[in-house]
């Protein structure tokens, strides 16, 4: 089955310094790509995602990257702010004949600092 | 903005113990998942229903985790008889209808097995 790679597990910025989170996954079948939020003791939250035929995806101030060739993916968020502080998860997915169900990594603890 | 609800949010149960969490997906989602979440880690798949069918069960340890979705709506997660290593937060999520992938998930159940 699927595996993600999720790395770093911990990664400490200064508030406007940029945070770049990366996942990595084993089944070249996986197409889509969503990172979800979790702020403790809250539900997570979908913050970005994208399609296997998408090399890049931009909101805001948060970006995600694919290259398919290696098979990783990856999270950009720029001018960082303390409400950003948050365990951030990838995960990927592979087609309907596994039910779209997602295969998370292990997650990263992002804290900014004022 | 609708939600996925869940309950109860906290449950202690001593091992041994028979508990069950319920999910209440968004109005008109067809799919249904139930994730585990041990402390430190990302969700885990335990089940997947597509309407009142089961999808995938094969992450569900059947000797003593069920899991229905009788009308299709709704669904209940059991466990009996509960273990201390069975201490996690159980997440529900759910998907529309169609070609999206994004999974909504409930604010889930943290389980405490003493």
């Known amino acids: 089955g699927e595996n993600v790679e999720q790395h770093p597990s911990t990664l400490s910025v200064q508030e406007g310094d940029s945070a770049v989170i990366k996942c990595t996954y084993s089944d070249s079948a996986s197409n889509y790509f969503p990172w979800y939020k979790q702020e403790l003791g809250k539900r997570p939250q979908l913050i970005i995602d994208?399609?296997?035929?998408?090399g890049e995806k931009k909101d805001q101030r948060i970006a995600v990257t694919l290259n398919k060739t290696a098979k990783h993916f990856s999270l950009h968020i720029t001018e960082t702010q303390p409400e950003d502080s948050a365990v951030y998860f990838c995960a990927a997915s592979t087609p309907p004949n596994s039910g779209y169900a997602l295969n998370f990594g292990k997650g990263t603890s992002l804290l900014v600092t004022p | 903005e609708a939600e996925v609800a869940q309950s109860p949010r906290y449950k202690i149960t001593e091992k041994s113990q028979a508990v069950a969490f319920w999910c209440d997906p968004i109005?008109?989602?067809?799919?249904l998942y139930w994730y585990r979440q041990i402390l430190g880690q990302g969700p885990e798949l335990l089940v997947q229903?597509?309407?009142?069918?089961?999808?995938?069960d094969s992450q569900l340890p059947k000797d003593r985790f069920s899991a229905e979705r009788l009308k299709g709506v709704d669904s209940t997660l059991k466990i009996q008889p509960a273990e201390l290593g069975d201490s996690a937060m159980y997440l529900c999520?759910?998907?529309?209808?169609?070609?999206?992938?994004?999974?909504?998930f409930g604010a889930g159940t943290r389980l405490s097995v003493l």
């Open positions: 229903f597509q309407d009142e069918s089961v999808v995938d």
């Open positions: 109005s008109g989602h067809a799919t």
């Open positions: 994208i399609r296997s035929n998408v």
């Open positions: 999520a759910s998907r529309p209808a169609g070609p999206s992938n994004i999974q909504y």
